[in-house]
T-cell receptor, first 114, second 114 residues
Framework: AQSVTQLGSHVSVSEGALVLLRCNYS??????LFWYVQYPNQGLQLLLK??????LVKGINGFEAEFKKSETSFHLTKPSAHMSDAAEYFC????????????FGAGTRLAVHP | DADVTQTPRNRITKTGKRIMLECSQT?????MYWYRQDPGLGLRLIYY???????NKGEISDGYSVSRQAQAKFSLSLESAIPNQTALYFC?????????????FGPGTRLTVL
């Protein structure tokens, strides 16, 4: 069975500091991995995804994530946090086979303070 | 106009009542999903549908039913609402390039069962 673990339910950083949100996955087959962001009172929107190929994936708003198979990780980073990055972030893995069912982590709420 | 819409956006109801949440999409996608979000649990899949004639249970389908009235419409019903169904409900859609296709989420319905 596939699963996703996000380390840290709350992360707080200063504006301009590095953002690092951690995600580890468990999968018996090659995983497809996603990061979604949820701004207050909104639905989720895709930040980036890893399917195949390059293990460093760049997404919107300056975020990127690196797929590390040996560490079963897909951590999300941004070099310099902005106040507008405050949101909840979800890591997800897509189930194998012909279906597109996402299995989500519990989420990490990012706070950015001046 | 939003690609994925949900109605109502907020609903308060009483234990035992039947409730229907509606989802419509203009993206032309075949695949539609219903998730519920609970604090600290992330999103969990309730039902998913790959076309009008295909309905599948997700990991937490007990107490819920769905109807796919058309390609663009997917409704979620709570037959007899109970307080632990208080949650944020999201509809999502995706294209057919499973399992890598992006899912697009509606703005959510906040349901409170008293």
């Amino acid at each position: 069975a596939q699963s996703v673990t996000q380390l840290g339910s709350h992360v707080s950083v200063s504006e301009g500091a590095l953002v690092l949100l951690r995600c580890n996955y468990s999968s018996s087959v090659p995983p497809y991995l996603f990061w979604y962001v949820q701004y207050p009172n909104q639905g989720l929107q895709l930040l980036l995804k890893y399917t195949t190929g390059a293990t460093l994936v760049k997404g919107i708003n300056g975020f990127e994530a690196e797929f590390k198979k040996s560490e079963t990780s897909f951590h999300l980073t941004k070099p310099s946090a902005h106040m507008s990055d405050a949101a909840e972030y979800f890591c997800a893995v897509s189930s194998s086979g012909g279906y597109n069912k996402l299995i989500f982590g519990a989420g990490t709420r990012l706070a950015v303070h001046p | 106009d939003a690609d994925v819409t949900q109605t109502p956006r907020n609903r308060i109801t009483k234990t035992g009542k039947r409730i229907m949440l509606e989802c419509s999409q203009t993206k032309g996608h075949d695949r539609m999903y219903w998730y519920r979000q609970d604090p600290g649990l992330g999103l969990r899949l309730i039902y998913y549908s790959f076309d009008v004639k295909d309905i599948n249970k997700g990991e937490i389908s007990d107490g819920y039913s769905v109807s796919r009235q058309a390609q663009a419409k997917f409704s979620l019903s709570l037959e007899s609402a109970i307080p632990n169904q208080t949650a944020l409900y999201f509809c999502a859609t995706s294209g057919s390039q499973a399992p890598t296709d992006t899912q697009y989420f509606g703005p959510g319905t906040r349901l409170t069962v008293l």
